[in-house]
């Protein structure tokens, strides 16, 4: 499962993305389980701000999470609610350490 470098990793049985370099995590938005690429990573990150105010926890989140992931303008509500209370759930010590 690998590449020769100038094409990045890929599976060499599918050419799909590996298993191991699947970061993708799901959560529940308004209703529905929604996959978002690099959620641990993002939540860590944010962490490390040290951020107390709810509304500026959001805005961080999502800024991080737009890098890596489409978010509907008219479901913006929804994401923001659901990413705050996936962060304010996180353990940065359980989550597993994976790299940008």
């Known amino acids: 499962m690998n590449g020769d470098g100038k094409d990045g990793v890929y599976c060499t049985i599918c050419g799909g993305i590996p298993p191991d370099q699947i970061k993708i995590k799901k959560i529940v938005i308004d209703g529905k389980e929604t996959g978002i690429d690099r959620l641990d990573w993002i939540l860590r990150d944010v962490a490390r701000l040290h951020l ?36 304010k759930m996180f353990e940065p010590d359980e989550a597993p350490v994976e790299e940008q």
Do not use: C, G, H, P
Request: charged share 40%; glycine share 0%; net charge positive.
């Open 52 to 87: 107390t105010n709810d509304e500026q926890i959001s805005d961080e989140l999502v800024k991080r999470v737009r890098q890596f992931n489409y978010i509907q303008t008219r479901k913006m509500k929804e994401y923001r609610e659901a990413l705050l209370r996936e962060f």
